[in-house]
C-alpha cells in the first residue's frame, strides 16, 4: 500500500520510525506492507530519516497527483494549508489520515460529508488524545449508547503545569517555564495555557458523542494563567485539587459545553491524572461510566494512533467507514444558564461589616454559600475564600459585578468551578 505523507516534523518522523520498526508486524496483521512513496516537506535542505531519502518533496502535487498514492497522512499541524490539501485529497479519492484537532474541530462535518461522497475513508483518531483510543471508540464500541456527559483532561501541558503547582509549590510562570525547557509546552504556549487546545478536543468530542455539530467557538473557555499557588493551598486545604477539565453535558434539548479550571474532590478518578497524561471519562446510560487515561500527546503516541488509522483505512480500502452523525439540531447552552458550584477568592479590606455587605449581593442573586473562610491578612486587607452551592453563572457574574464595585473589595482575585459540590 503507497502512502504519502504530509508534514515530517516531530509526529511525522514518528509516524516514519513506527512504520519502519514494525512494518513486519504491520503487515501480518492487515495483509498489506505500508510503503512510504513520498514525503512533503517545506525545507528539501533538512536532514531526514533514512527511510524516506529520495523520497522528499516541497510540491503538494507530487503527493496529490501521484496515482499509486491511495492514502495520504496528514501531519502538518495549523489549519491552512492543511484544510485546502485535505479537501483536495478526498475529492481526488484518496483516504486521509489526519492529527489535526484545529481542522477537524472547524471543518470536520464538510470533510466527513466529503469522504463518504467519495467513498473514501477520512480517519483522525489522533486529533483527540494522542494515543488514547478515544475516536473509534465513540464512533463504534459505544455507538448503542446514549451519552449523557463527557468530562476529561483533554491537554498534557496545563495538566503538566498544574501538577508542578500542586507537588512542588510552583507558581505558574516557574511550571510553565519548567514545562518549556522540557519540550512539554511552546514557545508561545497561548494555546494551551488559555484552554483552547482542549476546547478543539472537545468541539470534536462532543459533536460525535452528543450527534450534533460543535465549534470550538461555541466552547466556553477559560485558561490556568489567573491560578495561583494560594488556590492551589486553599483547595489542598478543602480536600481538593485543580485541574483543566473539559466538560460537555447533554440536556433535554440543548448541550453545554465548556473547558475551564476546576476543583474535583481528591477521589474523583481525574483528579489523580498527573504530568502530561491525559483522561477522559464517558458516562452511557447502557454502560455506564467509562474512562479512557494515557499519554495526550507527543512523538510516539501520537504516530500510534496515526498508523493505526493507516492501518484501519487498509482494511477498509473499498468504503467509507467513519461517517458523520450529526443528524441531531441541539442548541449550545449560553454559558450563563449553565448551573454549578463555584470556588472565589477576593481580597477585601479588612473591616466589619465587609463580609456581610458581600453576602447581601449574593443573597440578593439568589446564591446560596456552602463555605466562607477568612485567610490571610495583609496592609489591611484579608483574603476571603468563599464557595457557593450550585448556582446559574450569569447569576454569579451579575453578584461578582455588584460586589466589584464596593470600594471596600480591592479584588476579585479567581473564579472557579467546582464539580460535584452540593
Same mark, same amino acid.
Given at each position: 500500500?503507497?502512502?504519502?505523507?504530509?508534514?515530517?516534523?516531530?509526529?511525522?518522523?514518528?509516524?516514519?520510525?513506527?512504520i519502519?520498526?514494525?512494518?513486519?508486524?504491520?503487515?501480518?496483521?492487515?495483509?498489506?506492507?505500508?510503503?512510504?512513496?513520498?514525503?512533503?516537506?517545506?525545507?528539501?535542505?533538512?536532514?531526514?530519516?533514512?527511510?524516506?531519502?529520495?523520497?522528499?518533496?516541497?510540491?503538494?502535487?507530487?503527493?496529490?497527483?501521484?496515482?499509486?498514492?491511495?492514502?495520504?497522512?496528514e501531519?502538518?499541524?495549523?489549519?491552512?494549508?492543511?484544510?485546502?490539501?485535505?479537501r483536495?485529497?478526498?475529492?481526488?479519492?484518496?483516504?486521509?489520515i489526519?492529527?489535526?484537532?484545529?481542522?477537524?474541530?472547524?471543518?470536520g462535518?464538510?470533510?466527513?460529508e466529503?469522504?463518504?461522497?467519495?467513498n473514501?475513508?477520512?480517519?483522525?483518531?489522533?486529533?483527540?488524545?494522542?494515543?488514547?483510543?478515544?475516536?473509534?471508540?465513540?464512533?463504534?464500541?459505544?455507538s448503542?449508547?446514549?451519552?449523557?456527559?463527557?468530562?476529561?483532561?483533554?491537554? +498534557? !501541558?496545563? $495538566?503538566? #503545569?498544574?501538577?508542578?503547582?500542586?507537588?512542588? *509549590?510552583?507558581?505558574?510562570?516557574?511550571? =510553565?517555564?519548567?514545562?518549556?525547557?522540557?519540550?512539554?509546552?511552546?514557545?508561545?504556549?497561548?494555546?494551551?495555557?488559555?484552554?483552547?487546545?482542549?476546547?478543539?478536543?472537545?468541539?470534536?468530542?462532543?459533536?460525535?458523542?452528543?450527534?450534533?455539530r460543535?465549534?470550538?467557538?461555541?466552547?466556553?473557555?477559560?485558561?490556568?494563567?489567573?491560578?495561583?499557588?494560594?488556590?492551589?493551598?486553599?483547595?489542598?486545604?478543602?480536600?481538593?485539587?485543580?485541574?483543566?477539565?473539559?466538560?460537555?453535558?447533554?440536556h433535554?434539548?440543548?448541550?453545554?459545553?465548556?473547558?475551564?479550571?476546576?476543583?474535583?474532590?481528591?477521589?474523583?478518578?481525574?483528579?489523580?491524572?498527573? +504530568? !502530561?497524561? $491525559?483522561? #477522559?471519562?464517558?458516562?452511557?446510560?447502557?454502560? *455506564?461510566?467509562?474512562?479512557?487515561?494515557? =499519554?495526550?500527546?507527543?512523538?510516539?503516541?501520537?504516530?500510534?494512533?496515526?498508523?493505526?488509522?493507516?492501518?484501519e483505512?487498509?482494511?477498509?480500502?473499498?468504503?467509507?467507514?467513519?461517517?458523520?452523525?450529526?443528524?441531531?439540531?441541539?442548541?449550545?447552552?449560553?454559558?450563563g444558564?449553565?448551573?454549578?458550584?463555584?470556588?472565589?477568592?477576593?481580597?477585601?479590606?479588612?473591616?466589619?461589616?465587609?463580609?456581610?455587605?458581600?453576602?447581601?449581593?449574593?443573597?440578593?442573586?439568589?446564591?446560596?454559600?456552602?463555605?466562607?473562610?477568612?485567610?490571610?491578612?495583609?496592609?489591611?486587607?484579608?483574603?476571603?475564600?468563599i464557595?457557593?452551592?450550585?448556582?446559574?453563572?450569569?447569576?454569579?457574574?451579575?453578584?461578582?459585578?455588584?460586589?466589584?464595585?464596593?470600594?471596600?473589595?480591592?479584588?476579585?482575585?479567581?473564579?472557579?468551578?467546582?464539580?460535584?459540590?452540593?
Open positions: 500500500m503507497q502512502i504519502g505523507i504530509m508534514g515530517l516534523g516531530t509526529v511525522g518522523t514518528g509516524v516514519v520510525e513506527l519502519e520498526k514494525n512494518n513486519d508486524t504491520i503487515t501480518k496483521r492487515i495483509g498489506d506492507r505500508i510503503n512510504i512513496k513520498k514525503v512533503l516537506v517545506q525545507n528539501l535542505n533538512k536532514e531526514r530519516p533514512t527511510l524516506v531519502e529520495g523520497k522528499i518533496t516541497d510540491k503538494f502535487e507530487d503527493i496529490l497527483e501521484d496515482e499509486d498514492i491511495s492514502i495520504i497522512v501531519v502538518m499541524g495549523g489549519e491552512e494549508p492543511a484544510h485546502t490539501y485535505i483536495k485529497a478526498l475529492s481526488r479519492g484518496k483516504h486521509v489526519t492529527a489535526n484537532k484545529e481542522v477537524i474541530s472547524k471543518h462535518k464538510e470533510l466527513l466529503l469522504s463518504a461522497e467519495k473514501v475513508n477520512l480517519l483522525f483518531e489522533a486529533s483527540v488524545g494522542g494515543g488514547i483510543p478515544i475516536i473509534r471508540p465513540m464512533k463504534q464500541c459505544l448503542a449508547n446514549e451519552i449523557t456527559k463527557i468530562i476529561g483532561i483533554l491537554n +498534557g !501541558t496545563t $495538566n503538566y #503545569i498544574l501538577s508542578q503547582m500542586s507537588e512542588r *509549590g510552583k507558581s505558574f510562570s516557574e511550571a =510553565l517555564k519548567e514545562a518549556q525547557l522540557k519540550g512539554y509546552a511552546e514557545s508561545d504556549p497561548t494555546n494551551d495555557v488559555k484552554g483552547f487546545d482542549a476546547a478543539r478536543k472537545l468541539a470534536i468530542l462532543s459533536s460525535i458523542v452528543f450527534n450534533t460543535i465549534t470550538p467557538e461555541q466552547v466556553y473557555t477559560e485558561g490556568i494563567d489567573s491560578i495561583s499557588p494560594a488556590d492551589i493551598q486553599y483547595a489542598r486545604e478543602m480536600g481538593s485539587v485543580i485541574k483543566l477539565i473539559a466538560i460537555g453535558k447533554k433535554e434539548n440543548s448541550v453545554e459545553v465548556s473547558v475551564t479550571p476546576v476543583l474535583l474532590r481528591e477521589d474523583h478518578p481525574l483528579a489523580s491524572v498527573a +504530568g !502530561t497524561f $491525559n483522561a #477522559i471519562m464517558v458516562e452511557g446510560d447502557a454502560v *455506564g461510566p467509562v474512562m479512557f487515561y494515557g =499519554l495526550g500527546a507527543g512523538k510516539m503516541p501520537t504516530a500510534s494512533a496515526v498508523v493505526a488509522d493507516i492501518m483505512a487498509i482494511k477498509h480500502k473499498n468504503g467509507s467507514k467513519i461517517h458523520c452523525t450529526c443528524y441531531n439540531h441541539l442548541n449550545v447552552m449560553d454559558a444558564a449553565a448551573t454549578t458550584s463555584f470556588y472565589l477568592r477576593l481580597r477585601v479590606l479588612d473591616r466589619p461589616g465587609v463580609l456581610s455587605k458581600i453576602a447581601g449581593a449574593f443573597g440578593e442573586n439568589q446564591i446560596s454559600l456552602s463555605k466562607v473562610f477568612q485567610k490571610n491578612t495583609m496592609n489591611g486587607t484579608a483574603e476571603i475564600v464557595v457557593t452551592y450550585d448556582v446559574p453563572f450569569q447569576n454569579l457574574q451579575d453578584a461578582l459585578s455588584e460586589i466589584q464595585a464596593y470600594k471596600q473589595v480591592a479584588e476579585i482575585s479567581t473564579v472557579i468551578r467546582v464539580e460535584g459540590e452540593r
